[in-house]
Nanobody, 124 residues
């Protein structure tokens, strides 16, 4: 089992940057692929980015490619999401999730372990 806790969400102006963190507690963090999803009010939860166990494999949604960067530090049991060039449409609650492999990495219903979310609001 693994517990996840996100942090770093804030109110930021369009064009600004944020770094989200997701700290993991419990079983070996390095055994999990890690994924960020987001959910805007009235919308379905959507995939943002994924990273494999060692950080060598990454995936991004088209809407964030070139602006967001996912990374992980297995020595700190933490995954990060760097958000640059933020737009108002990036406003959402951002969730991290863990899975034992990267299959179905962009489908939220395949994930068992979730954090509580962190709010990102981009004013424009």
């Amino acid at each position: 089992q693994i517990q996840l806790e996100e942090s770093g969400g804030a109110l930021v102006q369009a064009g600004g940057s944020l770094r989200l963190s997701c700290a993991a507690f419990g079983r070996s963090f390095g055994s999990y692929a890690m994924v960020w999803f987001r959910q805007a009010p009235g919308k379905a939860r959507e995939f943002v980015s994924a990273i494999g166990y060692r950080g060598r494999t990454t995936f991004y949604a088209d809407s964030v490619k070139g602006r967001f960067t996912i990374s992980r530090d297995n020595s700190k049991n933490t995954v990060y999401l760097q958000l640059n060039s933020l737009k108002p449409e990036d406003t959402a609650v951002y969730y991290c999730a863990a899975k034992t492999d990267l299959t179905h990495y962009d489908e939220s219903h395949y994930f068992k372990y979730w954090g509580q979310g962190t709010q990102v609001t981009v004013s424009g």
